[in-house]
């Protein structure tokens, strides 16, 4: 029998609190949003980026609702049916305006969505796995990915706008995504309340936001040393 430690927003919080945890911490992240990066090192990992979020990819954070409660999964239904009905929420648009705003051709754009980096690859295989094995650990990745994702994708709007000279015409995506970084909080935040009921769904929750953890950071890295 697996005994608690702490209570499942105590264990969360000490997650949350180590450096690890955040991706907006990490190096090769800061660099771009304090406008170290060269724009050739912003526009990889924009192109890195784009076949995570376009495509079949942008489905993967939607694996979980065959796990989930049937008033849970209506909201990630919502949320797919936002995606491909109103324009700011169209992924595919999104992300290709702004790659574009960068200088990347179209023929880049079309090689990354059929030849995505094995990091992409396997940052959109291990969210899908988890979200479709079990609600609790389907939260641990919303936990890092949901949660997340509407505040890193506002930073970066922030930095294309003010060290890289996008306009914001094409960032009208990653804005409209940083305007749900509170309510996805909030989901995430009671969906933890609800699928995390014992300690064994908190011990692989916990595990599974580790390992979208490390396949985002293996992402964010895979473009290598930035240019002074």
Not at 40 to 54: I, Q
Not at 63 to 90: Q, Y
Not at 194 to 218: G, H, I, M, N, S
């Amino acid at each position: 029998m697996m005994l608690a430690s702490g209570t499942t927003a105590e264990l969360l919080a000490l997650d949350d609190a180590e450096a690890w945890a955040d991706p907006g911490r990490h190096p090769a992240w800061t660099a771009v949003t304090t406008g170290q990066a060269s724009p050739e090192t912003v526009r990889g990992l924009v192109l890195a980026l784009y076949p995570v979020f376009t495509g079949r990819a942008r489905y993967m954070l939607a694996g979980k609702v065959t796990r989930l409660a049937p008033d849970d999964g209506k909201e990630i239904f919502a949320d797919l049916h936002r995606a491909l009905t109103v324009p700011e929420a169209d992924a595919d648009a999104g992300w290709a305006a702004v790659a574009t705003a960068l200088g990347a051709t179209a023929g880049q754009l079309e090689a990354a969505a059929a030849g995505p980096p094995a990091e992409a690859s396997d940052l959109v295989t291990v969210a899908r796995e988890h979200g479709m094995r079990s609600a609790h650990e389907g939260v641990g990745v919303a936990w890092v990915l949901d949660r997340r994702l509407p505040v890193l994708l506002g930073q970066l709007a922030d930095t294309l706008a003010g060290h890289y000279g996008v306009p914001e015409q094409a960032l009208r995506h990653l804005r409209f995504r940083a305007t749900q970084a509170g309510a996805e909080a909030d989901r995430v935040a009671r969906m933890s309340g609800r699928y995390l009921q014992d300690p064994w769904q908190v011990y692989e929750a916990r595990r599974a936001a580790r390992e979208v953890l490390w396949a985002l950071t293996a992402l964010l890295e895979v473009q290598g040393p930035v240019a002074p």
